[in-house]
């Protein structure tokens, strides 16, 4: 989990090439024993292998529609595609909760249980921290990449991929300014690369958003408040959603907006974009005023 000496293994070791999985805690425990004991008896390593960590409960779209569906909820609309829908709200510099399919295991929300939002305003780290994560303002949250330009961003090999957020890389100097939001005070950030053939609709976000925002990168952090596990269920998403400073929320191909929030004009290639005046008020006002 020391993802700042991950990041430097290469440098500092006669080691050139690393795997470490998605749960290198006592949470794997238990999976990396097992698979260990499979490739004994089986000779093979291909699990092992894998960039993929969805291996907890499934939601579809249709149940996430039915969960709205029976809560009743206000303002809410069925988008045909939700990753343009969501890169718009992010270029209108609005924090959303991204809901996805299956469940990911261990530490690190990795885009199907997260919250997004746009990395080139330099206060929107503190503003996540301070209405939506509740948890000290010095906490970085994580820039989500495409594989295909992270050494464009990083200083790092084009052949880079870390898919678990398992390792801390230095952002190019040259590259910092276009997203502060993203780097640590360091210069540095604990990057996710994202590939298509991972997660196709959480990559089409980043390539719409791109389009939008002219940065191939968006802001990831865990969609969780301080002191509670991370969202499982649509129930539990929509919970958490009412009870933080979140403007939108994606469950599935559903869009729930909170009371009517104003659009603000899409600030492509620019950048600065006004944040929405619901994450202005007090955290707790949006959740007394829905019950």
Sequence with gaps: MDSVFNGKISQ????????IGSCPDDSGTSIWAALYLHSKRTGT??????????????????????????YKLPNVEQCDDPSQRAAE?????RLIGWFQGREEFGQRALENRSILADPRLPGTKDTVNAAVKYREGYRPCAPAILQE?????????????????????????????????????????????????SSSRFCLLIEFSEKMMGVPIVLNTSFNLNGEPIVS?????????????????????ARILKSEIPEPELSIFHSHCVFSPILLGPPGRVVDTFV
């Design 45 to 70: 390593r291909t699990f092992a292998d894998s960039d993929d960590n969805y291996w907890g409960i499934e939601f579809s779209d249709e149940e996430c529609w039915e969960a709205v569906s029976r």
């Design 89 to 93: 709200d992010l270029a209108r510099g």
């Design 149 to 197: 330009r992270v050494s464009e961003y990083f200083e790092c090999g084009a052949e880079t991929r870390v898919p678990f957020m398992e390792q801390v890389l230095l952002f190019r100097e040259e590259k910092r300014a276009e997203v502060p939001a993203a780097v640590h005070i360091d210069g540095s950030g604990r990057l996710q690369t994202v590939e298509a053939d």
């Design 233 to 253: 269920s649509p129930e539990d998403a929509i919970h958490t959603f009412y009870s933080c400073g979140l403007d939108g929320l994606y469950l599935g191909n």
């Design 12 to 19: 500092l070791t006669p080691f050139r090439e690393h795997f």
